[in-house]
């Protein structure tokens, strides 16, 4: 049956005349679709002094074309019961939704429309801004965010690209005029930045047919690339934001590490998952969580683009722990590094990493979004069938390798968001 | 896709089995009912304790083996407590249904509640309380669900309140464990690249043996009926001002629910009836009327509306984040006049139209995978019984304007309402 996945994903694909890709897979999973249109527009590409324009562009798109208002655009959406998710990181501004297959037609449509011809009204522009802005404050009385933010910024410098909040600053914001997002928009919105993908309850063929016909007669110039500037080698550098009111204080500790297409990256992976990701959060977790009962959420995530992405470890604890906390991962931190990883943790942490590969294509989505990484990063269409091999490829050597490449405590930057005057003592 | 098969073990246990070959997956999921809604005071959290206990070794799977065992098998696993349910889940490779089904029977019957397990744990919820505390919308949610409740018990918060989780004891969780977790109070769900006379014979071998225990006697105080408005105010430091009304809701076998569900869907646009999975992400919700009012009019920067089946009458809430410069003052009276009008007016054949498609697609998003089918069959068949699940296209289907505006205008009213404010200290109101 071309339609189950069991057996690995088949998806057709197609690079159409003006260098837009399209990817499409069928599943059986149900009558409904999930279409990712994925442009190279993301933070990366803002002017410097435009941090956050790029997440801005991305609330106000949708709100607008040349020949549809924001109100049709919502009524060809949302008559059909569909949420358009538009999520920008560094590199890519991604618009997706999940739709009834009876309604793919329609739904492409209103999507094609909004990224070729987003007019940006100037009255949607003043409704989200202030919108945004509230998003902003709202995140400044929000510990996770405010340690994840500031680490962030510890571990890449204010002027890094990677380094830089995404949704902007309130100064920022203000200052976005609609010559900005005209910008930006024709700038990084072309056909050869696009990869558009549909999975689900369509045959394939048809689907990329479908997307063929929506975009084939597009044109516009490809935009430049921009290369990801070189990262500093952070300092080591601790911080506390002081957050007198809040019950529990929330810790972001890490490093800057690899980039995706590093050939250590299957290495990298694996000591991530057994450093806080195995069970409930590697080792990680089993010291802080459940030898010490502090911490209700420990674990540690591994995020390689382009350019070296974060290892970071986030912890909530309670603010009398901060000390004991940042000890117990300075510990594990160290001892990984040190002695590397045993070989029952290696064995079973590739084990877990090859059997969890069908639960990455468990939905239609979960599919659009493994399809959409792989041709971002060049992997193949056949890149789920290769997986295993990849991860078996690995030795412990390897991994004992990445280990001590990154994870020494005195070069990790923290940033702890709660009480300060309750931080307990190691 | 094939349909739900439906067995029962001698000793009550109930088995509900769908094959899906989409994917070579098997979801189980092990489904208790018992859940808050079933504490008694001084012991508020004890449901969602003893789970977190179940993930801490049993007789023959030691703590550190929980770690692992599924995993082995590529495997995921989880469990949440709410007010009416306690639920256990794995999805893994096909291969690992027969460890799956044996995880559950040791979690069922073998669980050790070590007493230095139990400590450590006591700690672990009081962070996980302390955390969700973090954020004023969540504490708000807490303090207007404690003042909307007067008798049944659910008021306090699934979590439990923090003195009853610093004085529980071990006794205490292993006496609610015992009393609670026994076949003739649990159904178990399969779902997957199975087949469902082999997921029967694995449910008898590993859960045929126990003794049925008894039922979970559910002996929960009825609420009266609210006589009039009441009014919670938090004021703490923060940069955002909140607002939540809460009116008391139908629960998911009153007639009253889906015109209710379609109501929701028409102020705030619709989410489903997944709470596994459909009340994350974003809504559609642009053409909600409170969107419209609020968000579009710039008085709020989000809108959110929550109506979830329950085997008793909970609520049905409205949460408002206030647009940064806009006074809670402000923001209550444009909501108020909005819904003022949907009481007198209902919604207009337009939007209810709108609203039941919506719901007829979320209803299909929400059943994309092996792990959201087996949540949907045991959220059903827990809190409202069998062929409730299956009615539920065909219920929305059927619901008219005039049974909206009816629900509107007899529930929405001021006097049954709850309203919590969250006012930043030191901002005007």
């Given at each position: 049956m071309t339609s189950s996945v069991a057996g690995g994903l088949s998806p057709v694909r197609q690079v159409l005349s003006n260098g837009a890709v399209v990817v499409a897979q069928e599943t059986a999973f149900s009558p409904a679709l999930t279409i990712s249109l994925a442009f190279r527009a993301g933070s990366l590409y803002e002017p410097a002094d435009r941090e956050g324009l790029a997440w801005f562009l991305g609330r106000v798109i949708d709100r607008g074309t040349a020949t549809r208002s924001a109100d049709a655009i919502a009524d060809g959406l949302d008559d059909r019961g569909v949420a358009l998710k538009v999520s920008t990181n560094r590199h890519l501004m991604t618009l997706s939704c999940t739709c009834l297959s009876e309604d793919f037609a329609d739904v492409l449509d209103v999507l094609g429309d909004v990224v070729r011809a987003a007019a940006f009204p100037p009255s949607e522009i003043e409704k989200r801004r202030v919108e945004l802005i509230s998003v902003i404050r709202q995140d400044e009385d929000n510990p996770g965010i405010r340690a994840a933010l500031a680490l962030q910024t510890l571990l890449y410098g204010d002027a890094h690209p990677y380094g830089r909040p995404a949704k902007g600053r309130v100064e920022t914001v203000e200052r976005f005029t609609r010559e900005d997002l005209l910008a930006h928009h024709a700038g990084r919105f072309a056909p050869s930045t696009l990869t558009a993908i549909v999975v689900g309850g369509v045959p394939a063929g048809e689907a990329a047919a479908r997307v063929q016909a929506a975009f084939e007669g597009w044109r516009a110039s490809p935009p430049g690339e921009r290369d990801v500037p070189p990262v500093p080698r952070a300092a080591g550098t601790r911080i506390t934001i002081d957050m007198p009111d809040k019950p529990q204080s929330d810790i972001a500790y890490g490093f800057t590490s690899i980039g995706r297409m590093d050939p250590a990256y299957y290495a990298h992976w694996m000591m991530n998952t057994i450093l806080g990701q195995f069970g409930l959060g590697g080792r990680l977790a089993e010291n802080i969580r459940e030898r010490q009962g502090m911490a209700y959420y420990v674990y540690s995530a591994f995020d390689p683009s382009v350019g070296p992405g974060p290892l970071v470890v986030r912890a909530g604890v309670d603010p009398g722990n901060v000390e004991r906390a940042l000890a117990a991962i300075d510990a594990e931190v160290a001892a990984l590094g040190r002695d590397g990883a045993t070989v029952r943790e290696f064995d079973e942490t590739r084990q877990y990493l090859i059997g969890s590969i069908p639960r990455m294509l468990e939905t239609n989505a979960g599919i659009a979004a493994f399809l959409q990484t792989a041709e971002f990063f060049g992997l193949g269409l056949d890149y789920d069938r290769r997986l295993a091999g990849l991860l078996r490829a690995v030795t412990l050597e390897d991994v004992n390798a990445a280990a001590a490449s990154v994870l020494d405590p005195a070069r990790a930057c923290a940033a702890v968001a709660g009480p300060a005057s309750l931080r307990g003592d190691a | 896709m094939g349909k739900v098969r439906t067995a029962h073990l001698d000793n009550g246990l109930k088995v509900l089995i769908k094959e899906l070959h989409t994917s070579p997956l098997v979801s189980v999921w092990c489904w208790y009912?018992?859940?808050?809604?079933?504490e008694l005071p001084g012991q508020t959290g004890v449901s969602h304790w003893v789970e977190h206990m179940n993930?801490?070794?049993?007789v023959n799977i030691p703590r550190d083996e929980m770690k692992g065992i599924v995993e082995k098998f590529g495997g995921t696993w989880n469990g949440y407590t709410w007010i009416d349910q306690t639920t256990y889940l794995e999805t893994a490779g096909k291969d690992a249904l027969d460890t799956l089904l044996f995880i559950e029977a040791e979690r069922m019957t073998n669980g050790l509640y070590e007493p230095a397990e139990c400590e450590s744990e006591r700690t672990v919820i009081i962070s996980e309380l302390h955390g969700s505390e973090n954020d004023p919308d969540q504490l708000l949610d807490t303090e207007v669900t404690a003042s909307a409740f007067r008798a049944h018990p659910y008021r306090h918060p699934t979590i439990g309140w923090i003195d009853d989780l610093r004085s529980m004891t071990r006794d205490d969780l292993y006496g609610y464990y015992r009393r609670h977790y026994v076949p003739s109070n649990a159904t178990l769900v399969v779902v997957g690249d199975v087949d469902a006379d082999d997921v029967l014979r694995g449910a008898g071998k590993h859960f045929g043996s126990m003794a049925a225990g008894a039922p979970s006697a559910r002996a929960r105080a009825a609420e009266p009926r609210q006589v009039g408005e009441r009014r919670v105010t938090i004021e703490r430091e923060g940069t955002t001002a909140y607002l939540k009304f809460a009116w008391h809701a139908p629960s998911a076998t009153d007639p009253d629910f889906f015109p209710m569900l379609v109501l929701d869907a028409g102020l705030t646009g619709a989410k489903g009836l997944n709470i596994w999975s459909s009340f994350r992400g974003a809504l559609p919700q642009r053409r909600a009327r409170l969107y419209d009012a609020l968000v579009e009019r710039g008085l709020a920067s989000a809108v959110a509306g929550s109506l979830v089946p329950t085997k008793e009458p909970f609520l049905y809430s409205v949460s408002l984040t206030a647009m940064d410069g806009v006074s809670l003052s402000a923001l209550e009276e444009a909501a108020d006049a909005e819904i003022a009008r949907v009481r007198t007016g209902g919604l207009t054949d337009v939007e209810v139209a709108r609203a039941k498609r919506q719901l007829r697609a979320r209803l299909v998003f929400e059943n994309d995978s092996v792990t959201n089918v087996a949540h949907q069959i045991g959220y059903f068949e827990t809190i409202a019984g069998p062929d409730y699940l299956d009615a539920v296209a065909d219920r929305v289907r059927d619901v008219t304007a005039a049974q909206v505006a009816d629900v509107a205008a007899r529930r929405l009213t001021s006097e049954t309402r709850t309203v919590g404010r969250f006012q930043p200290a030191g901002r005007r109101a």
């Open positions: - | 009912r018992v859940g808050s809604g079933d993930f801490k070794g049993t």
